[in-house]
């Protein structure tokens, strides 16, 4: 309950601040409309023996690699980012993961990516009923050359998906993202309610030093 308590202040005094930061000029245009709970308040019991409440979790850098930034050790900057949505249901080729094709398709049609933001992958249908023992884990839907492209060429902080996510079965792309403080956020919900740019992501973990994956909740502020 304290936790829980102090995840949602934690999100709302950076929301505030964010507001309070904002230029006096802003016109209506620039403010934003609503805002969507991207938390997934259903229990992992099917993949986590010790599930929390909500089976929204971030992996943190140091999930990753022992040493690097635990969950509660990321810097708040990098807990607020611009938030991009791509579909890999229109993944050219069809494949389960986003290509350099697929961005180049993407920011043809939306612009380019802004600079430090966190990318949400969405897959339209996806299964996300995790009350099943059956459904695993499964690798990122993000190719390693396109996650890298977007990491060094677009300074891309985290990614957000709907499911849960095996980084292990790209063990040199999990290190890539530990040593640039990069994150995944697992399990996400309501990515459909999300236009493909102009959002603003709200990262809160819990402040703890625990180096494995954490329970988190987060929210998006659409325009």
Known sequence: MRIRSFIIAYAL???ILLFADRRPASTQQDRFSHVVDLTDGRKAT???ANAPESRTRIIAPGALIPGTWAAGQIPPERLVAPLVVMDLNSALDGSPQ???DDIAAWEAHHGMIPQGA?????RAGARNDLSTADLSSTPLPIARDAAMF????RYTIAFAVETPVNLTSDRTLARQFALHGDYVVEGTARF???PATGSLIIVAPAKNKEPGEAPVRILAMVR
């Open 46 to 48: 099917a993949l986590h």
């Open 98 to 100: 986003i290509s350099l």
């Open 118 to 122: 966190v990318v949400a992958i969405r």
């Open 192 to 194: 459909t309610s999300l």
């Open 13 to 15: 005094v950076l929301a």
């Open 150 to 153: 977007l990491i060094e060429a």
